[in-house]
């Protein structure tokens, strides 16, 4: 990542990759006004793998989520 665009004092972050990772650094750096984030995906098409998503009894604690 680095400041590769013209916009000044505007940081453009390219993401290679829109897994959860990916998404999830792109939703949080857009909230930020002077952040510039363009996702780049080699996949032609986003499909389901995997079953699920387990938060041991310990994550749900430190998330809060109870
Ligand atoms: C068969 C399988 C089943 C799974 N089941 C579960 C489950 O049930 N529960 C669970 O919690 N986890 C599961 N996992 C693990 C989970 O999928 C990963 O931990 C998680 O997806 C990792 O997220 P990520 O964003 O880091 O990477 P990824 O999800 O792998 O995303 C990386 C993305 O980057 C893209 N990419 C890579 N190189 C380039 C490039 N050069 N240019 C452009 N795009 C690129 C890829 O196409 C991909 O879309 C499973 C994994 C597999 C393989």
């Given amino acids: 990542m680095g ?5 000044p ?3 453009q972050v390219a993401i290679v990759g829109t897994g959860i990772a ?3 650094a792109a939703i ?3 909230k930020h ?3 510039h984030v363009e996702l780049y995906e ?3 098409e986003l499909r389901e793998i ?3 998503i387990t938060l041991g009894p310990k994550w749900v604690g ?4 109870v």
């Fill in 28 to 30: 949080a750096l857009r």
């Fill in 42 to 44: 080699k996949a032609t």
């Fill in 3 to 7: 400041s590769l665009g013209t916009e």
């Fill in 33 to 35: 006004p002077a952040i």
């Fill in 62 to 65: 430190i998330l809060n989520l």
């Fill in 9 to 11: 004092n505007v940081l």
């Fill in 50 to 52: 995997g079953a699920s």
């Fill in 22 to 24: 990916g998404l999830t």
